[in-house]
């Protein structure tokens, strides 16, 4: 069986502020729907409640539009900020679209990570991790429990005891189509992160951030295989994902100028993501190496490191470089940015499906298979 790098495709998105919400948000739409056209395996959609840039506000609703127009990909939050959820409502949301998208939904969570959101729903000075894991358990009681439930936890609790009326149906929460829940899926930053491994540990897979410099990325693998062995998982690394701002164009000049210029897309990106985590003290993330000063990581650095730019035939080539450099990692995920120029954007994407990606798998085809054979599939 030859399981090779799969392609998927992310929004959080980033849009100029001038652009106008509505356009933005059929643009993203078609993106999407573009990606399930081209045989993307699987998109994930962001979710901001206080951004102006990164404006879907809720992951599950902007799926909700996708389920009636794509056809095979796989569509997930990427992610559910649980902390500023109860519960109970989460619980509900995720349930009615696991069943609406009949098995094709992946659910992205985490603790919400723009600044914004954290100081808007009260979550600054807790421990938003903490809370994540409480959200997440206490909607696995709500799922699989029995009413009227008894939520007791740190940040909430709840029951249905004065209410529940069985024989009408009141009082009982949805359950999903999966059991115990869909496929689980966590966004990873921090170096040599712990917090892989205990997500590994739970069953949930990593997703390595698209903005963080590759000699970061290559500490997450390492968890992610410490978490399969502490479960007595076979320790292939393909469960792992990787996200990727890429851009590919036929001429490489022109996939150069549009991707590593500071006043393109490319660089609008970014520079708001810069901007963002340097307030939050994460700026090192972009560093060329661990030790790198802050004052000389730079935008200029960030688009020549950290973007894979260039046409079909150099593109497949940096991208078996980075899992060489990084890992065997098992998904690819194509960071969708703003069609700055709608028909370069499109035809990136097509290339990516089309030109880049066979490529590449042709040339993983050995060590896959070595892969395969040491992990008896």
């Given at each position: 069986m030859g399981i090779w790098m799969k392609l998927s495709y992310f929004i959080q998105p980033v849009h100029p502020l001038n652009r106008?919400?509505?356009?933005?948000?059929?643009?993203?739409?078609?993106?999407?729907?573009?990606?399930?056209?081209?045989?993307?395996?699987?998109?994930?959609?962001?979710?901001h409640f206080t951004d102006l840039a990164e404006p879907i506000t809720s992951s599950l609703m902007f799926l909700a539009r996708l389920a009636p127009v794509t056809n095979q990909i796989k569509l997930g939050s990427g992610v559910t900020n649980l902390p500023v959820y109860h519960p109970a409502m989460i619980a509900g949301h995720v349930a009615m679209m696991d069943n609406l998208l009949d098995g094709?939904?992946?659910?992205?969570?985490?603790?919400?990570g723009l600044p914004s959101d954290i100081e808007m729903f009260g979550n600054r000075e807790l421990d938003r991790n903490k809370k994540m894991v409480e959200v997440f358990d206490q909607v696995m009681s709500l799922w699989w429990g029995e009413p009227p439930y008894n939520l007791k936890g740190e940040f909430f609790e709840a029951t249905t005891r004065e209410t529940l009326t069985p024989e009408i149906g009141q009082g009982i929460v949805p359950k999903p189509l999966s059991n115990?829940?869909?496929?689980?899926?966590?966004?990873?930053?921090a170096p040599h992160s712990k917090g892989i491994t205990l997500a590994t540990e739970r069953g949930w897979h990593p997703i390595s951030c698209q903005y963080v410099q590759d000699h970061w990325i290559a500490t997450h693998l390492p968890k992610y295989l410490e978490g399969l062995k502490n479960i007595g998982k076979p320790q292939d690394p393909r469960g792992w994902r990787v996200a990727k701002c890429i851009f590919v164009a036929e001429d490489e000049k022109v996939a150069d100028k549009?991707?590593?210029?500071?006043d393109?897309?490319?660089?609008?990106?970014?520079?708001?993501?810069?901007?963002?985590?340097?307030?939050?003290?994460?700026?090192?993330?972009?560093?060329?190496y661990p030790d790198q000063?802050?004052?000389?990581?730079?935008?200029?650095q960030s688009l020549k490191m950290q973007v894979?730019?260039?046409n079909p035939n150099s593109v497949a080539e940096q991208i078996i470089a980075l899992r060489e450099k990084i890992g065997d990692f098992g998904t690819l995920i194509y960071t969708g940015l703003d069609w700055c120029n709608k028909e370069l954007g499109i035809r990136?994407?097509?290339?990516?499906?089309?030109?880049?990606?066979?490529?590449?798998?042709?040339s993983l085809k050995s060590s896959d298979r070595d892969l395969n054979l040491k992990f008896n599939l």
């Open positions: 106008n919400y509505r356009e933005i948000l059929n643009e993203d739409i078609d993106s999407v729907i573009l990606a399930d056209r081209l045989g993307y395996e699987e998109a994930f959609i962001g979710e094709r939904f992946i659910w992205g969570i985490g603790p919400g115990p829940h869909p496929p689980v899926v966590v966004t990873a930053l549009y991707a590593k210029s500071v393109g897309p490319y660089g609008f990106y970014f520079s708001n993501l810069m901007k963002k985590l340097s307030g939050g003290g994460k700026i090192g993330l972009f560093s060329a000063d802050e004052k000389e990581i730079t935008l200029e894979i730019a260039g990136s994407m097509e290339l990516m499906a089309e030109k880049v990606m066979p490529q590449v798998n042709n």
